[in-house]
């Protein structure tokens, strides 16, 4: 059984850092998508950042409302995910997910969670002013 698990979130000042992190375990996929989504009460999930990796190689993409501030980076090793987060913004605040699927291929590998298969629980981050 897929399991995704985040970790990393917590309360920052606006300017700050915080790396997220998923853990996935139960996997037996060789390749994979993974993508960092963040969803705010009342709004849409909105997914901003992917990673697509395959045989330990990852393509990331990130989108313009994040680029320059977040990045996404891989441990094949340690089967986990990262984003990386600076300059953060109270407009940041959200919960965020991260997302795994075994089919898409790299330039599938984008920001439509309805074909992303498997979903970690959430972690919250808050950015105060």
């Known amino acids: 059984q897929v399991q995704l698990v985040e970790s990393g979130g917590g309360s920052v000042q606006a300017g700050g850092s915080l790396r997220l992190s998923c853990a996935v375990s139960?996997?037996?996929?060789?390749?994979?998508?993974m993508g960092w989504f963040r969803q705010v009460p009342g709004k849409e999930r909105e997914g901003f950042a992917t990673i697509h990796i395959d045989s330990g190689l990852g393509w990331d993409t990130i989108a313009d409302s994040v680029k320059g501030r977040f990045t996404v980076s891989h441990d094949s090793a340690k089967n986990e995910v990262y984003l990386q987060m600076s300059s953060l913004k109270p407009e940041d605040t959200a919960m965020y997910y991260c997302a795994a699927d075994p089919f898409m291929g790299r330039r599938d590998c984008l920001f439509d969670q309805n074909k992303y298969n498997y979903w970690g629980q959430g972690t919250q981050v808050t950015v105060s002013s």
């Open positions: 139960g996997y037996t996929y060789s390749t994979r998508c």
